[in-house]
């Protein structure tokens, strides 16, 4: 038992994992936005997974607080990023990546429906696996200007948070460890995230 002991007491104290956690997550989830590699809502439901087993107050308010505003400001600058490609005539590296990651017939897709729909389609967008950055693209190219981009992309960050939020919370209020709750969000994450997937190539397998 004197692993067990030994390792409890390695465990920091609440204030210094609020101290170190929040500005980790705002830091991972901000270049998350801007470079779409990194598995941000995963790190939120592991973020409010640790905030339920908190005793300090307003814990899972500061996660949302810290998750909607780091994606709303990547978000932001991304677009920045890719406004400025868009009217350089040499383009620019973040124009090519957010391009590189919005297949042609995604992009038509987030066309039709931006044509549609306007700035209802961002708050979907965010929501999707792999939407955001067609439905992001497709506003670049119907020269949105930061505003009206900003209108839309505001309340899609903040339905981002909360559902992948939900998820930790759950995942937290069904393990008595936390670990076990992250890692069951983060399971549950990553099948979301992949569902999409999956269901586009089964649809295109069963259509040849």
């Given at each position: 038992?004197?692993?067990?002991?030994?390792?409890?007491?390695?465990?920091?104290?609440?204030?210094?994992?609020?101290?170190?956690?929040?500005?980790?997550?705002?830091?991972?989830?901000?270049?998350?936005?801007?470079?779409?590699?990194?598995?941000?809502?995963?790190?939120?439901?592991?973020?409010?997974?640790?905030?339920?087993?908190?005793?300090?107050?307003?814990?899972?308010?500061?996660?949302?607080?810290?998750?909607?505003l780091a994606a709303f400001l990547g978000d932001m600058t991304?677009?920045?990023?890719?406004?400025?490609?868009?009217?350089?005539?040499?383009?620019?590296?973040?124009?090519?990546?957010?391009r590189s990651r919005a297949p042609e017939d995604r992009l038509?897709?987030?066309?039709?429906?931006?044509?549609?729909?306007?700035?209802?389609?961002?708050?979907?967008?965010?929501?999707?696996?792999?939407?955001?950055?067609?439905?992001?693209?497709?506003?670049?190219?119907?020269?949105?200007?930061?505003?009206?981009?900003?209108?839309?992309?505001?309340?899609?960050?903040?339905?981002?948070?909360?559902?992948?939020?939900?998820?930790?919370?759950?995942?937290?209020?069904?393990?008595?460890?936390?670990?076990?709750?992250?890692?069951?969000?983060?399971?549950?994450?990553?099948?979301?995230?992949?569902?999409?997937?999956?269901?586009?190539?089964?649809?295109?397998?069963?259509?040849?």
């Amino acid at each position: 038992m004197t692993w067990l002991g030994a390792a409890s007491t390695s465990i920091p104290p609440e204030p210094t994992q609020q101290a170190l956690g929040y500005p980790s997550l705002f830091l991972l989830v901000l270049i998350g936005a801007l470079v779409p590699v990194v598995p941000t809502g995963a790190l939120v439901s592991s973020a409010a997974v640790v905030a339920v087993h908190q005793t300090a107050p307003f814990s899972l308010a500061l996660v949302f607080v810290t998750a909607s505003l780091a994606a709303f400001l990547g978000d932001m600058t991304l677009y920045w990023l890719g406004r400025r490609g868009m009217g350089s005539k040499n383009g620019s590296r973040w124009l090519e990546a957010i391009r590189s990651r919005a297949p042609e017939d995604r992009l038509e897709q987030a066309q039709e429906k931006l044509a549609e729909h306007g700035v209802a389609v961002l708050v979907l967008s965010r929501l999707l696996p792999a939407g955001r950055i067609p439905v992001m693209l497709a506003c670049l190219l119907a020269k949105w200007p930061m505003r009206r981009f900003a209108r839309g992309n505001l309340p899609a960050c903040l339905a981002w948070a909360v559902t992948y939020q939900l998820i930790g919370i759950l995942g937290g209020a069904l393990f008595k460890e936390p670990w076990e709750g992250v890692a069951a969000a983060v399971a549950l994450t990553v099948l979301v995230s992949a569902a999409p997937s999956v269901w586009r190539r089964v649809r295109g397998s069963a259509a040849q």
